[in-house]
């Protein structure tokens, strides 16, 4: 928090979003408790005043948005904000269901500390595809605009070029009735979940089949291993001969690979699922995670320059590349698509299947008490490695060459 005399200008050259990602407050130096809340995801600034009440209660009024509250005026809504709450009045005592979007958000997302940085991108949508309704109390989203928005947004996004239109509007409008359920547990009178209305409207959602067609998986192979640049050539062969997700593969560090026993782990925060995720090698993995190996330089196996994570986060460049050279278009989720369509053609258990990609086993009572370990989908796995091998038209190690290396 920082404090400055609050003009026009000043507030104009306040950073957002913020660069550290994190709401930034600064205070007025005229006007105690007084200030302008910059968001630290989006480019919205907003007035607010902040106070505590009797009984060591802090409470802080959102009095609405800098681009549309004149300052003179907010400030003339602060002094009368504050001078109810120097009384010792609350001012969002009684007022049921006068709590906005934007404080349902922040609540939310200040509650909620366990959600995972995928599923938190998604509640950034409320702030980009919901703007006009973030500073309007939730009483006052009908079903109606709810309606009209999950329509007209399907259209917006695809009209820009997109194709994902559908699946956003649908997320969308799934994350504000989250938000809403949330803030009806604390608020009632804010009434029933307007995205109701979308029970027998939402867009279907698309079962994608996209896969590296066996009869092009050699030349998908060989676009691959002619990649200039060995570390995104390694990655993407990590995903085909892995099934791993795409940010289980580029996440992956040196200190969740253990050589001796020949085995790998991604730990259940780095999971779709959230379970830890103990895997066998096969020869493929091994070699390849062997001639990657760092000397203790790099924590990720799969390092990159670009971005703050420190891996590689955005795959999209290198299927382009590898789709113009071999003509197979593909994303990393087709990638592990195509290991799981492999690996049914190899007759392998279906648990060892479900397994090897950290779906869930089964709903019945027996299926929760299978444990399959890292030894036990050893098998399973090199059979499905030897599958990929052959349609990539890699060629077998003869025995005498293996026997040489032995020695």
């Not at 009178?189 to 089949?209: A, D, F, H, M, T």
């Not at 289980?248 to 020949?262: D, H």
């Not at 993995?285 to 590689?312: C, Q, T």
Request: hydrophobic share 40%.
């Amino acid at each position: 928090m920082s404090k400055i005399k609050l003009t026009a200008k000043a507030i104009a050259k306040l950073a957002a979003p913020d660069p550290s990602g994190k709401q930034k407050l600064t205070w007025d130096t005229e006007l105690t408790g007084f200030g302008v809340l910059c968001s630290g995801v989006t480019s919205a600034k907003s007035f607010i005043v902040q106070r505590e009440l009797p009984g060591r209660r802090t409470r802080r009024v959102t009095l609405g948005p800098v681009n549309v509250l004149d300052l003179d005026e907010a400030r003339t809504r602060a002094k009368a904000v504050l001078a109810d709450m120097y009384a010792g009045r609350d001012p969002k005592a009684g007022r049921r269901g006068a709590m906005t979007l934007r404080q349902a958000l922040n609540r939310y997302l200040e509650a909620r500390k366990d959600l995972r940085p995928a599923t938190r991108r998604n509640y950034s949508l409320i702030e980009r595809y919901l703007r006009p309704w973030i500073d309007r109390p939730l009483r006052e989203i009908t079903a109606d605009m709810v309606e009209a928005r999950h329509r007209s947004l399907q259209s917006e996004i695809e009209a820009g070029g997109q194709y994902s239109g559908e699946t956003t509007a649908n997320v969308t409008m799934a994350t504000l009735r989250a938000l809403w359920t949330f803030a009806l547990e604390r608020e009632p009178g804010i009434g029933p979940n307007p995205v109701s209305r979308l029970r027998r409207q939402w867009y279907p959602k698309r079962v994608r089949e996209r896969i590296v067609p066996a009869d092009k998986m050699a030349a998908f192979y060989s676009a691959v291993t002619a990649m200039a640049n060995p570390i995104q050539r390694d990655y993407l062969l990590m995903m085909l001969f892995s099934g791993l997700r795409r940010s289980e593969a580029a996440s992956l560090t040196w200190s969740c690979i253990n050589f001796r026993e020949r085995t790998f782990c991604i730990p259940g925060t780095r999971t779709k699922s959230g379970r830890k995720l103990d895997l066998p090698m096969t020869d493929f993995v091994h070699d390849l995670l062997v001639a990657r190996r760092a000397p203790g330089k790099e924590a990720f196996v799969f390092p990159s320059d670009y971005g703050a994570a420190g891996y590689i986060t955005q795959p999209k460049t290198m299927f382009e590349r590898v789709g113009k050279s071999c003509g197979v278009r593909v994303s990393s989720h087709d990638l592990r698509r195509t290991f799981v369509t492999v690996a049914e053609s190899c007759d392998i258990p279906w648990a060892a299947l479900k397994a090897l990609v950290n779906h869930r086993q089964g709903s019945d009572v027996t299926s929760g008490y299978v444990q399959l370990t890292a030894e036990r989908l050893r098998e399973p796995a090199q059979r499905v490695c030897d599958r990929l091998k052959e349609l990539c038209g890699i060629a077998p190690v003869a025995d005498d060459k293996v026997r040489k290396l032995r020695r």
